[in-house]
């Protein structure tokens, strides 16, 4: 069984630009999240998917930040423009049914903003 | 909102000696469950805890859920150079599991 992917691995932009990035969960897993990680820090929500409904993006700074996860399968978090603190691994997780609460990382986007 | 504090933050151990890492939320929690992340990798599920009070173990690691669930450890014994990474307890009040900052396991050879 494939994991979660997520692409790209690595990503370097220089502020002020637009980047995006993918993340295909694992196949039948109805929840998927998005967590930002800084460096020595733990992973921090951003927004939360049931299928297709955002149902909690409370954390998502929505004045540059996007995510959208149409038909409820993969998903795609923009940030438009990027900022130099927005420098850090980008991770998607999904989980399924019938385990919450054990959720499946992917190997996440590492963000350099110069 | 809900906080979620783990300690240490560093811990630097010989192989062959006990380890342990605690995490101590500010609510209670509906369960805890706990990951690893190896350098560089990302992080893997390892258990997941719910009942007040529970133990679990996965031969040398040994995870508890306090009484009053808002606290939890992770226990290894003797450690051993495969167990380095960064161990992140992730307390869930509602739906969102708010994970703690992590104990960040160094063993020397």
């Known amino acids: 069984e494939a994991g979660v992917v997520q692409s790209p691995r690595y990503k370097i932009i220089e502020k002020k630009q637009p980047v995006a990035f993918w993340c295909n969960p694992i196949?039948?897993?109805?929840?998927l999240y998005w967590y930002l990680q800084n460096l020595g820090q733990g992973p921090e929500l951003l927004i939360r998917?049931?299928?297709?409904?955002?149902?909690?993006d409370s954390q998502l700074p929505k004045d540059r930040f996007s995510a959208e996860r149409l038909k409820g399968v993969d998903s795609t978090l923009k940030i438009q423009p990027a900022e130099l603190g927005d420098s850090a691994v980008y991770l998607c997780?999904?989980?399924?049914?019938?385990?919450?609460?054990?959720?499946?990382f992917g190997e996440g986007s590492r963000l350099t903003v110069l | 909102g809900q906080q979620v504090m783990q300690i240490p933050q560093y811990q630097h151990v010989q192989e062959g000696e006990d380890f342990t890492t605690y995490c101590n939320s500010s609510?209670?929690?509906?369960?805890i469950q706990w990951y690893k992340q190896r350098p560089g990798g990302h992080p893997v599920f390892l258990i997941q805890?719910?009942?007040?009070?529970e133990v679990k173990k996965q031969k040398r690691l040994t995870f508890q859920f306090g009484e009053a669930k808002k606290n939890s450890s992770l226990h290894i014994t003797a450690t051993q150079t495969t167990d380095v990474g960064t161990y992140f307890c992730?307390?869930?009040?509602?739906?969102?599991?708010?994970f703690g900052r992590g104990t960040s396991l160094i063993v020397h050879p």
């Open positions: 997780a999904s989980s399924s049914e019938l385990a919450p609460g054990e959720l499946f």
């Open positions: 609510t209670t929690l509906s369960n």
């Open positions: 998917y049931e299928n297709e409904e955002a149902v909690d």
């Open positions: 805890l719910v009942k007040s009070g």
């Open positions: 196949s039948g897993h109805n929840t």
């Open positions: 992730a307390g869930r009040r509602s739906y969102i599991p708010t």
